[in-house]
């Protein structure tokens, strides 16, 4: 069971800039894809942006080109680094790990799940 917990949230004035961090209680090293996702009141959670095991990202269209997504595995650590932020970005933002292991050609997979840091932007 892999435990997350976020920080980093806060209010900002638009234009500002955070950083999030995840900290991992175990290595993160065979963790195929950890993200963020982000739930804003009234709506659906998204995902906000990904990195995979091989360091491959992808990111919603909202929000890229103003946030960067990295992973330091020595560290257990996923960070998001959000610029320019909108107003729009206000949300609870949670981090999120998916590992996929195969044991005896049985596939098992987890999701893990972080209790999310309130990130508000005043306009």
């Known amino acids: 069971q892999v435990q997350l917990v976020e920080s980093g949230g806060g209010l900002v004035q638009a234009g500002g800039s955070l950083r999030l961090s995840c900290a991992a209680s175990?290595?993160?090293?065979?963790?195929?894809?950890m993200d963020w996702y982000r739930q804003a009141p009234g709506k659906q959670r998204e995902l906000v942006a990904g990195v995979t095991s091989t360091g491959g990202t992808n990111y919603a269209e909202s929000v890229e080109g103003r946030f960067t997504i990295a992973r330091d595995n020595a560290k257990q650590t996923v960070y998001l680094q959000m610029n320019s932020l909108k107003p729009e970005d206000t949300a609870v933002y949670y981090c999120?790990?998916?590992?996929?292991?195969?044991?005896?050609?049985?596939?098992?997979?987890?999701?893990?799940w972080g209790q999310g840091t309130q990130v508000t932007v005043s306009s």
């Open positions: 999120h790990a998916y590992k996929r292991t195969v044991e005896r050609g049985t596939i098992f997979e987890y999701d893990y």
């Open positions: 175990e290595s993160i090293f065979s963790i195929n894809i």
